[in-house]
């Protein structure tokens, strides 16, 4: 199964693209996650027959991994949120160091972006349902902490977890389109050759 790298190369970044797909990524259940991982245990190694056990070593290391991937998820919100209320202090108030009015200043944006759900959406003012998931946070959150991970990702045709196979994927997913073009323009912009292959 280690050979030729298939677990870390193919495995691993599928099942986080499943993860990702849930509606509870953060407490995914065993048995929603025994048959996803089945099926992608099939397609990762089609030539070993092996059934997945609930308690077995395959079962382990994959919510090892799922915990690593979930808590990369909240350094990174916690350290894109933090940038940006610095950020956006030094912004309103310029030279002027009185930190005790740049932390009221964080304090109000962030009650301002935490009502109604205004920081999930690309213009935080008019809330448009139809471009929630396309904020800043969102699209950096998901470029930084999902897109790498999901590299190298199989089509599980069990599963149907490809955003074109199933249109109403869920949390993270609708951004990932968005947010590769961002990362691939942010890159071009900085005359790197790096690409990503989304599909």
């Known amino acids: 199964m280690l050979e030729g790298g298939a677990w870390r190369r193919t495995f691993i970044p599928t099942v986080f693209l499943w993860a990702g797909a849930q509606p509870k990524f953060w407490s995914i259940e065993t048995e929603k996650l025994l048959p996803a991982l089945q099926a992608i245990f099939n397609v990762s190694f089609p030539g070993i027959n092996h059934t997945i056990q609930p308690k077995g070593p395959i079962v382990g290391l994959v919510n090892q991994r799922l915990c690593s991937w979930r808590s990369n998820f909240g350094s990174t919100a916690i350290a894109l949120i933090a940038n940006f209320l610095a950020a ?10 009185d930190d005790d009015d ?11 972006l935490l009502e109604n759900w205004a920081f999930l959406y690309e213009d935080p003012e008019t809330r448009d349902a139809d471009k929630i998931y396309r904020s800043v946070f969102m699209l950096e959150l998901i470029e930084s902490a999902h897109i790498n991970a999901i590299a190298g990702f199989l089509d599980v045709p069990a599963l149907s977890q490809t955003p074109r196979s199933n249109p109403r994927f869920n949390p993270i997913t609708p951004s990932i389109p968005l947010a590769s073009t961002t990362r691939v323009t942010h890159v071009e912009d900085d005359d790197e050759e790096v690409f990503y292959d989304c599909d």
Do not use: H, I
């Open 102 to 112: 740049g932390a009221e200043y964080e304090q109000g944006l962030a009650t301002f």
């Open 88 to 97: 956006s202090r030094d912004d309103e108030n310029g030279d002027d160091d």
